[in-house]
């Protein structure tokens, strides 16, 4: 099922960007895809919601099924959608504007990137105990 995931989180993300919400943060104005957003003020912003539309969507819905297709431990797929999502979300953050309420974190962190932390250590505990605790799915 986790090669699937993606394709929710995908259209999740059109959502956002139709809705005109969670938009990115300033951006160069020769940026060419960059784009003013009602609410955020006459200022171009990054379209973060299109990033993270190809980088939590579509790009990892492909790694996901590249990775399903090949011999692996069961669990391991989970793993490396957590890592994936984790990793990418990550990514993708530094182009989001960070909550209002909250700002930057610690080292200039954003909330979301300080979430997806545990999510990136869970899949790597994950990935390690699924090679050692089940035989390989598919030889």
Same mark, same amino acid.
């Given at each position: 099922m986790?090669? %699937?995931?993606?394709? &929710?989180?995908?259209?999740?993300?059109?959502?956002?960007?139709?809705? &005109?919400?969670?938009?990115?943060?300033?951006?160069?104005?020769?940026?060419?895809?960059?784009?003013v957003?009602?609410?955020?003020?006459?200022?171009?912003?990054?379209?973060? /919601?299109?990033? /993270?539309f190809?980088?939590?969507?579509?790009?990892?819905?492909?790694?996901?099924?590249?990775?399903? /297709?090949?011999p692996?431990?069961?669990?391991q797929?989970s793993?490396v959608?957590?890592?994936?999502y &984790?990793?990418?979300?990550?990514?993708?953050?530094?182009?989001?504007?960070?909550?209002?309420?909250?700002?930057?974190?610690?080292?200039?962190?954003?909330?979301?990137?300080?979430? %997806?932390v545990?999510?990136?250590?869970? &899949?790597?505990?994950l990935?390690?105990?699924?090679?050692?605790?089940?035989?390989?799915?598919?030889?």
């Amino acid at each position: 099922m986790a090669p %699937c995931v993606p394709t &929710g989180l995908a259209a999740g993300r059109i959502g956002n960007f139709i809705n &005109g919400e969670l938009w990115g943060r300033l951006a160069d104005p020769g940026l060419p895809w960059a784009m003013v957003f009602r609410g955020a003020g006459d200022v171009p912003r990054h379209p973060s /919601q299109i990033y /993270q539309f190809l980088l939590e969507g579509l790009l990892l819905f492909v790694l996901l099924w590249w990775f399903a /297709q090949r011999p692996s431990a069961r669990g391991q797929v989970s793993a490396v959608f957590l890592m994936g999502y &984790g990793v990418l979300r990550f990514v993708a953050e530094y182009f989001r504007e960070p909550d209002q309420f909250l700002g930057l974190l610690a080292f200039n962190l954003s909330m979301g990137q300080w979430l %997806c932390v545990p999510m990136v250590v869970l &899949g790597v505990w994950l990935w390690l105990w699924a090679a050692r605790n089940n035989p390989k799915a598919n030889p």
